[in-house]
């Protein structure tokens, strides 16, 4: 029996939060809702310690309870105040910047996320 947009939506609330809620504050920008793979399609923001801001792409498959990472880009700068002036998918605070933040790496350049 295919389940609702609200039950997958709850479901995959969770395991957002079980999987990144250490990564709030987080917001979410787009979600697309596909009943016939009881899925949601949806891109979160969050300011990502080593590489800065960036927008994920994830597939939640709500049949099978599993979230599917599927690629990522860097805001610019302008973009990134533009979403953090909304209110955040999943509320957090941040007190201070990770050492292993780029900026305080030896080398030149952070290697690229998976």
Do not use: C
Request: net charge negative; aromatic share 12%; charged share 25%.
């Amino acid at each position: 029996m295919p389940s609702t947009q609200e039950q997958i939506a709850a479901q995959r609330d969770a395991k957002v939060r079980q999987t990144l809620g250490e990564l709030a504050p987080i917001w979410l920008v787009y979600e697309e809702f596909r009943p016939r793979e009881d899925a949601i399609i949806f891109n979160l923001v969050y300011n990502d310690p080593s590489y800065g801001w960036m927008n994920r792409r994830f597939k939640y498959d709500g049949f099978n309870d599993v979230l599917y990472h599927m690629g990522w880009r860097l805001l610019s700068e302008a973009e990134q105040l533009e979403i953090v002036e909304k209110e955040p998918y999943i509320d957090g605070e941040v007190a201070v910047h990770v050492k292993n933040a780029p900026q305080y790496r030896t080398s030149g350049s952070a290697p690229v996320p998976r």
